[in-house]
């Protein structure tokens, strides 16, 4: 049993603070060296395709190092030279090339079957044209699931073609991987053309020395999590986690300790200390590491959030595409965001305070975020749409 404790708000605290979320951030326009810092210490960066606002893997920066340039972000994933990786993470994510090793183990899985019960059966029973699909990138280069259009179209697979039913087999097998995007479109290459010689060439750890080493990512990324948050991180299996988690601690990593409110025990990383009072302000993707799991968001924050995004229009609370704002350490507000491209403003559809919010120092701190946000996407202003007890408070912080 573990013997230190921590109270709910030091946990709250420690968790931010790994997050990147503590501070503001500073002045000046970041550059690669800050974005590679910020990706590294979170460990991954969900993509999601949804383009309301602006697509999610391309929050976390601003969130946590302002209006940085969006191209830093897409030259480290699909230019000449990248040092991250598309892969399946937590969902489909970006992540550190060096960690490419330690994603090998799933990689063998997908080979062996165990992927999306459906793939895993076409990879199977289809296994010649899945490798002639292979051959054929390795002869013409990169090509994009539109060069595989042809065929029939299996229903529930997003209308996918046998092609890219194929493509997306060798993509969870690691045998092809994310040359660049066009759009969003995928544009896939031999995975060995791809990476670095220096990743590539990186010997293959054991699955339990794998499992070690994505667990330890995640707590560091965490802060403090209990055994289910650690998996959850990178989808780990559920079997052998005990164990490994076991062997961290013993290696000094982890300790085991007693979190205010929380019905499980928890793991503390090694080096994250009592963190200060965070002063930092932020608004979060609906994706954002900090609040992907609902079970931890509700024991951080005592917020039920959401993705309303999946959810029928009249049954929604807050809105389409809801970025929570964290003020300090509190989320105090939810907004539903638009970027009305065509206006040239950043359309705040629905704006709700949470509970225990101020909403005077609400509104004015997340007037000023929305006004950067504007900025690094390119519109003009901030408008307001009176939807929301927030609305008006908002409305006159921006005026």
Same mark, same amino acid.
């Given at each position: 049993?573990?013997?230190?404790?921590?109270?709910?708000?030091?946990?709250?605290?420690?968790?931010?603070?790994?997050?990147?979320?503590?501070?503001?951030?500073?002045?000046?326009?970041?550059?690669?060296?800050?974005?590679?810092?910020?990706? %590294?210490?979170?460990?991954?960066?969900?993509? +999601?395709?949804?383009?309301?606002?602006?697509?999610?893997?391309?929050?976390?920066?601003?969130?946590?190092?302002?209006?940085?340039?969006?191209?830093?972000?897409?030259?480290?994933?699909?230019?000449?030279?990248?040092?991250?990786?598309?892969?399946?993470?937590?969902?489909?994510?970006?992540?550190?090339?060096?960690?490419?090793?330690?994603?090998?183990?799933?990689?063998?899985?997908?080979?062996?079957?165990?992927?999306?019960?459906?793939?895993?059966?076409?990879?199977?029973?289809?296994?010649?044209?899945?490798?002639?699909?292979?051959?054929? !990138?390795?002869?013409?280069?990169?090509?994009?699931?539109?060069?595989?259009?042809?065929?029939?179209?299996?229903?529930?697979?997003?209308?996918?073609?046998?092609?890219?039913?194929?493509?997306?087999?060798?993509?969870?097998?690691?045998? !092809?991987?994310?040359? *660049?995007?066009?759009?969003?479109?995928?544009? @896939? +290459?031999?995975?060995?053309?791809?990476?670095?010689?220096?990743?590539?060439?990186?010997?293959?750890?054991?699955?339990?020395?794998?499992?070690? %080493?994505?667990?330890?990512?995640?707590?560091?990324?965490?802060?403090?999590?209990?055994?289910?948050?650690?998996?959850? @991180?990178?989808?780990?299996?559920?079997?052998?986690?005990?164990?490994?988690?076991?062997?961290?601690?013993?290696?000094?990593?982890?300790?085991?300790?007693?979190?205010?409110?929380?019905?499980?025990?928890?793991?503390?990383?090694?080096?994250?200390?009592?963190?200060?009072?965070?002063?930092?302000?932020?608004?979060?993707?609906?994706? +954002?590491?900090?609040?992907?799991?609902? +079970?931890?968001?509700?024991?951080?924050?005592?917020?039920?959030?959401?993705?309303? !995004? @999946?959810?029928?229009?009249?049954?929604?609370?807050?809105?389409? @595409?809801?970025?929570?704002?964290?003020?300090?350490?509190?989320?105090?507000?939810?907004?539903?965001?638009?970027?009305?491209?065509?206006?040239?403003?950043?359309?705040?559809?629905?704006?709700?305070?949470?509970?225990?919010?101020?909403?005077?120092?609400?509104?004015?701190?997340?007037?000023?975020?929305?006004?950067?946000?504007?900025?690094?996407? %390119?519109? *003009?202003?901030?408008?307001?749409?009176?939807?929301?007890?927030?609305?008006?408070?908002?409305?006159?912080?921006?005026?």
């Amino acid at each position: 049993m573990p013997e230190e404790r921590l109270s709910a708000r030091a946990a709250r605290r420690i968790a931010i603070a790994a997050q990147g979320l503590a501070a503001r951030p500073r002045p000046g326009e970041p550059g690669a060296r800050s974005l590679k810092r910020m990706i %590294g210490g979170l460990g991954v960066v969900q993509i +999601d395709s949804v383009n309301v606002l602006v697509r999610s893997h391309y929050l976390p920066a601003f969130s946590r190092l302002g209006d940085y340039r969006r191209e830093l972000l897409e030259a480290a994933a699909w230019g000449p030279r990248p040092w991250l990786f598309e892969y399946w993470g937590h969902e489909a994510s970006l992540m550190p090339v060096e960690f490419q090793p330690l994603f090998r183990w799933r990689m063998a899985r997908a080979r062996e079957g165990a992927l999306w019960s459906g793939l895993a059966v076409f990879g199977r029973e289809r296994a010649d044209f899945v490798e002639a699909v292979l051959q054929r !990138i390795e002869r013409e280069g990169p090509l994009t699931g539109g060069d595989f259009a042809d065929g029939p179209r299996a229903p529930g697979w997003w209308n996918w073609s046998d092609g890219k039913r194929a493509l997306e087999w060798l993509f969870w097998a690691g045998l !092809i991987t994310t040359r *660049t995007r066009r759009g969003f479109e995928r544009v @896939y +290459d031999l995975t060995d053309r791809v990476l670095p010689r220096a990743v590539l060439d990186a010997p293959t750890p054991s699955e339990p020395d794998a499992h070690r %080493g994505l667990l330890a990512v995640a707590a560091r990324a965490l802060g403090v999590a209990t055994a289910g948050d650690l998996r959850d @991180y990178f989808r780990m299996p559920v079997h052998g986690l005990a164990e490994r988690l076991a062997e961290l601690v013993e290696m000094g990593e982890l300790r085991r300790v007693k979190v205010e409110g929380w019905r499980q025990d928890a793991f503390l990383a090694a080096g994250a200390g009592r963190a200060k009072r965070p002063a930092g302000a932020a608004l979060l993707s609906p994706f +954002d590491n900090l609040i992907w799991s609902r +079970d931890r968001t509700q024991r951080l924050f005592g917020a039920r959030i959401r993705l309303e !995004i @999946y959810t029928p229009a009249h049954r929604r609370e807050h809105g389409y @595409y809801v970025l929570p704002f964290l003020l300090g350490d509190t989320l105090t507000a939810r907004v539903d965001l638009k970027a009305d491209r065509g206006a040239g403003v950043l359309r705040v559809q629905a704006a709700h305070p949470e509970t225990q919010a101020d909403p005077g120092l609400t509104s004015d701190a997340l007037a000023g975020v929305l006004r950067q946000m504007a900025r690094w996407l %390119g519109l *003009t202003g901030v408008e307001v749409v009176d939807k929301g007890a927030l609305a008006a408070a908002l409305s006159r912080a921006l005026a």
